[in-house]
Each structure stands twice: as structure tokens, then as C-alpha cells.
């Protein structure tokens, strides 16, 4: 059956054979893929940012996500279990924007060439997401493969660790401008692709979109700036120590993954 | 065309039109420059028609109505595509670059044959009413709310002068691409009483990355069109209609 499904497409019969639904249902998995994208990078901007509350309130949010205020004990590879999703998830987003790239040197040149000429905002804001999209297929995956891997190097330390003995400062900072950027502009696109929040007037609705675009990109930009500059500092003051993990007690049941002799502080955390 | 007053203080305006004849294997594509001095009320209709009478009698350009409505004078003004005879040099800076077209057979200088893609456009989507039964020619013609035959009016105002398209990065890359013009076309028809198909003939024209699904939404066309049409809307709307057919 499928021999002979590619031996009608193979022969250019496939549109007599009915059309097929697969476009439209790539173009809703593309939208689809890259909302949940975008909604989870805004739910990971605030856990992440969460050291700019405080070590405790970052281990806090790293131990609820290895499950220990519900199984009483840390399992990291719950983490890699939901980065592993993430994986997925981004490589399929990723494979379905690529139908839309350029295909060929020429067809880059020409689109390049419009670009310029034009001087228009959606169409240099494409190519915004072209290049971030680009750029998020190689620093994405570092940053996802590392996390799938090592799920147990996350808290304030070993983030700070890696963030500045490890020397990733720099991806991150890359990672952040083309996620923030890539991400508010795929949020928009997809509102005036399908006719979400257009009113009654599209014109005024599509303004005051771009206009929440920007404050949204400007927003998590500042956040993420500031989060990575509260890491990297973290790093700095913890460089002498770079490995030892921060710890806290947990009413006398410290996660197994914990070292002891790591030690650094101590606080209590409410019932 | 000659006879526009020079303004007592109107601007020099420069002129840089592209200038290329196909047809010529030996002329290549050139910027040729010309000066004029703007006249009150001038558009780039008439200031084309004052440069080819006094500077370049082989200056080529369509125009037809000079109302913006027959669409035969559009093309890049500096880098937008937009209508000469609805362009006032007023609204302009003083050096004006004009381009043809792009994305259709180039004839001379600003002179493109829209005509025969639109034509082509029009067979593969097949924009004319498909009516199951013999019109009566001797009754009176069956009547339509005025509230449709407004949205069916809103949607045939298009005057296919081509700007959609060459605002259009997706067709620039991808030629194949029926463009805004063509999802208005089956919008308008979509919306016909008269018009016997449904939403699975128009999937058969438009559901698929060649059409509807293939628009990258980046908007030129809606930002360029002439006529103002609410081609962001028209192009939402398909998209929800094709994807809920194709659910079904």
C-alpha cells in the first residue's frame, strides 16, 4: 500500500488521487508546536529567573521539578524526562519551519534582495526569525542535549558552575537574544495567521499586537539579561568552589543526589 | 502628455527609473536619471508622461484609467509597489526611484503584462461562479441580502494591479504561490450564493502549500494593496475555513 502511495506520488499522480489533507495539518502542527514552544520558554524564563529571588527560592523550584515535595525524595531524571519532550518537540517545530527557508542560494538572494527593497517590518521581522531559527538549531539543541544529560547539574550553583567555570556564558547570552527575539515574533505571526485578538477594526488590532510583541521581547530580554547577569555573578563569587553543589535541609530528608560535604547553607523551608 | 504648470516653488525632483528592454539582447538592465521640476497636484502618472514627452521618447509605462481603478500602472515606488496615477510626487521625497513590477514578464521599462498572469491565476482557481443550473435569462435575478452583496463588493473591488504580488516574499521565493490576489478571488467566490462549490472544491484550489497553507503571513500585500482590501482578514479567514475542512 505504501509502494504504491510513492509510486503515484513518484509519478506526479498524487493530486489526482484526491488532495491531501497533509499541508493543512502541517501548517496547524507548525502553529501549534511553535505556541507550546513559545508558552513553555515563557514558563522556563520565570523558573530560571527565579535566582534573582534568591539561591532558596531557585533550589526550591529545582527540587518541585525533581518531584521531591511529592515523592519526598529528588529524581533528576524526571527533568530529562520533560527536556526530552522539549527535544521533540523543538526538533519537530524545527523540521516543519524548515519548509518554509529558502530553498536554494537563489531563492535566499531573491527574498534577500525584496527584503531591502521593501523595507517592510513583517517581512524584515521573517527573516529575524530566520536567522534565530538558524541560530536555535545548534544553541538549543547544546543547551537541551547538556540538560537531557545532566539533569542533576541544575540549582544555584551548578548552573552558576556552568554558566561561568564552565565558560557557556556566552550561548546563553546568544540563546537568549535568539529565543526572546524568535519567540515574540512567532507569538504574533501566529495571531494575525489565524485572525486571533484582531476586533473589529484588524488594522488597529494588528498595531496593538506588534505593540504587545515588542513589550513582551523587551520584557523577558530585560529578564533574561538580568537572570543570566545574577548567574553569572553567583559563578564569579563561587569559582573558588566550582563543583560543590548548594544545599539546603529539607526537615532532616536531604535528596540522595545531595553531597553532604557540599554543604554551603542552611535553611529551613516551611512545612 | 505635456501642459502641467511648474509650481513657483516646486521642488527639482530626480528621477532614477530602471530601464530595460527584453525584447533587445543587448540592453541590460540600467538606472537612467531625470530631472523635473514638480508641478502642484502632480502625480507620477503625469510626471512619467512630462519626462517621456521631453526627456525620453522610449520611456515605457502602461497606464489606462489614470484613476486607480483599470490597475495598469503599478510598480516600485521607491521600493513600494503602488499605483502612479494615485501617487502624488508631493507625498514623496525628492528623488524618486521607480522600478517595474517584480514577479511578472517584464515588457519594457515599467511595463509588465500583469494581465497574463492574472489571466493564469483565474484559470488554475477557477474565479468564476460555478452555477449548477441554466440561468433564466427572463426572470428577474434572484435576490441577495444587501448585507453579502456589500462583503461580496468589498472583496471584487481588487483591480489585480499586481502590488499584492510583488509585496508578496512568499511568491518571490516560491512563483508557484497563488498570492493574495487569488485567496481574495476564492474568498469572494466562497462567499457567492450563486456559486454551487463548497469548502471541498476549494480545497481542491487552495489547500495546500502552493496556496492558503504556503502563505508565510508576512503581510506585504495587505500593507502595499492600493485598494486598501482587507487581505490579512480574507487570508485568516481561508486558512480557518481550508484547516476545518481538512479536519472534517
Same mark, same amino acid.
Given at each position: @500500500?505504501?509502494?504504491?502511495?510513492?509510486?503515484?506520488?513518484?509519478?506526479?499522480?498524487?493530486?489526482?488521487?484526491?488532495?491531501?489533507?497533509?499541508?493543512?495539518?502541517?501548517?496547524?502542527?507548525?502553529?501549534?508546536?511553535?505556541?507550546?514552544?513559545?508558552?513553555?520558554?515563557?514558563?522556563?524564563?520565570?523558573?530560571?529567573?527565579?535566582?534573582?529571588?534568591?539561591?532558596?527560592?531557585?533550589?526550591?523550584?529545582?527540587?518541585?521539578?525533581?518531584?521531591?515535595?511529592?515523592?519526598?525524595?529528588?529524581?533528576?531524571?524526571?527533568?530529562?524526562?520533560?527536556?526530552?519532550?522539549?527535544?521533540?518537540? %523543538?526538533?519537530?517545530?524545527?523540521?516543519?519551519?524548515?519548509?518554509?527557508?529558502?530553498?536554494?542560494?537563489?531563492?535566499?538572494?531573491?527574498?534577500?534582495?525584496?527584503?531591502?527593497?521593501?523595507?517592510?517590518?513583517?517581512?524584515?521581522?521573517? %527573516?529575524?526569525?530566520?536567522?534565530?531559527?538558524?541560530?536555535?538549531?545548534?544553541?538549543?539543541?547544546?543547551?537541551?542535549?547538556? @540538560?537531557?544529560?545532566?539533569?542533576?547539574?541544575?540549582?544555584?550553583?551548578?548552573?552558576?558552575?556552568?554558566?561561568?567555570?564552565?565558560? @557557556?556564558?556566552?550561548?546563553?547570552?546568544?540563546?537568549?537574544?535568539?529565543?526572546?527575539?524568535?519567540?515574540?515574533?512567532?507569538?504574533?505571526?501566529?495571531?494575525?495567521?489565524?485572525?486571533?485578538?484582531?476586533?473589529?477594526?484588524?488594522?488597529?488590532?494588528?498595531?496593538?499586537?506588534?505593540?504587545?510583541?515588542?513589550?513582551?521581547?523587551?520584557?523577558? @530580554?530585560?529578564?533574561?539579561?538580568?537572570?543570566?547577569?545574577?548567574?553569572?555573578?553567583?559563578?564569579?563569587?563561587?569559582?573558588?568552589?566550582?563543583?560543590?553543589?548548594?544545599?539546603?535541609?529539607?526537615?532532616?530528608?536531604?535528596?540522595?543526589?545531595?553531597?553532604?560535604?557540599?554543604?554551603?547553607?542552611?535553611?529551613?523551608?516551611?512545612? | 502628455?505635456?501642459?502641467?504648470?511648474?509650481?513657483?516653488? &516646486?521642488?527639482?525632483?530626480?528621477?532614477?527609473?530602471?530601464?530595460?528592454?527584453?525584447?533587445?539582447? #543587448?540592453?541590460?538592465?540600467? !538606472?537612467? $536619471? *531625470?530631472?523635473?521640476?514638480? /508641478?502642484?497636484?502632480?502625480?507620477?502618472?503625469?510626471?512619467?508622461?512630462?519626462?517621456?514627452?521631453?526627456? #525620453?521618447?522610449?520611456?515605457? *509605462?502602461?497606464?489606462?484609467?489614470?484613476?486607480? !481603478?483599470?490597475?495598469?500602472?503599478?510598480?516600485?515606488?521607491?521600493?513600494?509597489?503602488?499605483?502612479?496615477?494615485?501617487?502624488?510626487?508631493?507625498?514623496?521625497?525628492?528623488?524618486?526611484?521607480?522600478?517595474?513590477?517584480?514577479?511578472?514578464?517584464?515588457?519594457?521599462?515599467?511595463?509588465?503584462?500583469?494581465?497574463?498572469?492574472?489571466?493564469?491565476?483565474?484559470?488554475?482557481?477557477?474565479?468564476?461562479? $460555478?452555477?449548477?443550473?441554466?440561468?433564466?435569462?427572463?426572470?428577474?435575478?434572484?435576490?441577495?441580502?444587501?448585507?453579502?452583496?456589500?462583503?461580496?463588493?468589498?472583496?471584487?473591488?481588487?483591480?489585480?494591479?499586481?502590488?499584492? !504580488?510583488?509585496?508578496?516574499?512568499?511568491?518571490?521565493?516560491?512563483?508557484? *504561490?497563488?498570492?493574495?490576489? &487569488?485567496?481574495?478571488?476564492? &474568498?469572494?467566490?466562497?462567499?457567492?450564493?450563486?456559486?454551487?462549490?463548497?469548502? /471541498?472544491? *476549494?480545497?481542491?484550489?487552495?489547500?495546500?502549500?502552493?496556496?492558503?497553507?504556503?502563505?508565510?503571513?508576512?503581510?506585504?500585500? $495587505?500593507?502595499?494593496?492600493?485598494?486598501?482590501?482587507?487581505?490579512?482578514?480574507?487570508?485568516?479567514?481561508?486558512?480557518?475555513?481550508?484547516?476545518? $475542512? #481538512?479536519?472534517?
Amino acid at each position: @500500500m505504501k509502494d504504491n502511495r510513492s509510486l503515484i506520488t513518484g509519478i506526479g499522480l498524487d493530486q489526482c488521487a484526491g488532495k491531501s489533507r497533509l499541508p493543512a495539518l502541517l501548517d496547524l502542527a507548525q502553529s501549534l508546536s511553535g505556541l507550546l514552544l513559545a508558552l513553555f520558554m515563557w514558563g522556563h524564563m520565570f523558573f530560571v529567573s527565579s535566582i534573582l529571588l534568591g539561591k532558596e527560592a531557585m533550589y526550591t523550584i529545582t527540587k518541585a521539578f525533581e518531584g521531591y515535595y511529592i515523592f519526598g525524595t529528588s529524581y533528576p531524571w524526571i527533568v530529562s524526562v520533560a527536556v526530552f519532550c522539549v527535544l521533540i518537540l %523543538f526538533m519537530f517545530h524545527a523540521g516543519l519551519a524548515l519548509r518554509k527557508f529558502p530553498s536554494s542560494y537563489q531563492q535566499y538572494k531573491t527574498i534577500l534582495a525584496h527584503k531591502s527593497i521593501l523595507k517592510h517590518s513583517d517581512t524584515s521581522l521573517w %527573516f529575524v526569525q530566520v536567522y534565530t531559527g538558524f541560530a536555535m538549531f545548534f544553541l538549543g539543541s547544546a543547551h537541551l542535549i547538556i @540538560m537531557l544529560t545532566h539533569p542533576a547539574e541544575i540549582g544555584p550553583y551548578a548552573s552558576s558552575d556552568r554558566v561561568w567555570d564552565g565558560g @557557556m556564558w556566552p550561548i546563553y547570552l546568544l540563546l537568549l537574544l535568539a529565543v526572546e527575539l524568535h519567540g515574540s515574533i512567532d507569538l504574533y505571526r501566529l495571531a494575525v495567521k489565524w485572525g486571533w485578538f484582531q476586533g473589529s477594526d484588524p488594522d488597529a488590532g494588528r498595531r496593538h499586537l506588534k505593540i504587545a510583541k515588542w513589550g513582551i521581547t523587551g520584557f523577558f @530580554m530585560l529578564l533574561g539579561l538580568l537572570t543570566l547577569a545574577a548567574y553569572i555573578k553567583i559563578g564569579i563569587d563561587h569559582q573558588a568552589n566550582a563543583g560543590e553543589r548548594y544545599h539546603v535541609s529539607l526537615q532532616g530528608n536531604l535528596p540522595d543526589q545531595m553531597p553532604t560535604s557540599a554543604t554551603v547553607t542552611t535553611v529551613r523551608l516551611p512545612s | 502628455m505635456s501642459g502641467v504648470a511648474p509650481d513657483a516653488k &516646486g521642488r527639482t525632483l530626480n528621477f532614477q527609473i530602471l530601464r530595460c528592454n527584453p525584447q533587445n539582447e #543587448a540592453s541590460l538592465p540600467r !538606472i537612467d $536619471h *531625470f530631472e523635473l521640476e514638480e /508641478a502642484s497636484g502632480m502625480t507620477l502618472f503625469l510626471a512619467l508622461n512630462e519626462i517621456r514627452d521631453t526627456q #525620453a521618447p522610449s520611456l515605457q *509605462f502602461d497606464f489606462v484609467c489614470r484613476a486607480g !481603478i483599470c490597475g495598469s500602472c503599478g510598480m516600485l515606488i521607491n521600493g513600494l509597489p503602488g499605483l502612479a496615477c494615485r501617487t502624488l510626487t508631493s507625498s514623496l521625497p525628492s528623488t524618486i526611484t521607480l522600478a517595474p513590477l517584480p514577479g511578472f514578464e517584464l515588457i519594457r521599462d515599467l511595463s509588465v503584462n500583469t494581465g497574463k498572469w492574472m489571466r493564469g491565476m483565474s484559470e488554475r482557481l477557477e474565479t468564476w461562479i $460555478h452555477d449548477q443550473e441554466m440561468p433564466k435569462l427572463c426572470s428577474m435575478e434572484t435576490p441577495m441580502e444587501p448585507e453579502l452583496a456589500e462583503q461580496i463588493y468589498e472583496l471584487e473591488r481588487c483591480i489585480e494591479c499586481g502590488c499584492c !504580488i510583488a509585496g508578496c516574499g512568499t511568491y518571490q521565493m516560491r512563483e508557484d *504561490f497563488v498570492g493574495a490576489v &487569488g485567496m481574495n478571488q476564492i &474568498g469572494r467566490f466562497r462567499l457567492d450564493p450563486r456559486d454551487k462549490r463548497d469548502d /471541498a472544491d *476549494f480545497y481542491k484550489l487552495v489547500g495546500d502549500d502552493d496556496g492558503v497553507f504556503g502563505c508565510m503571513t508576512l503581510l506585504g500585500c $495587505h500593507d502595499v494593496c492600493p485598494k486598501s482590501l482587507p487581505l490579512q482578514t480574507q487570508i485568516a479567514f481561508l486558512r480557518r475555513k481550508m484547516l476545518a $475542512h #481538512a479536519l472534517k
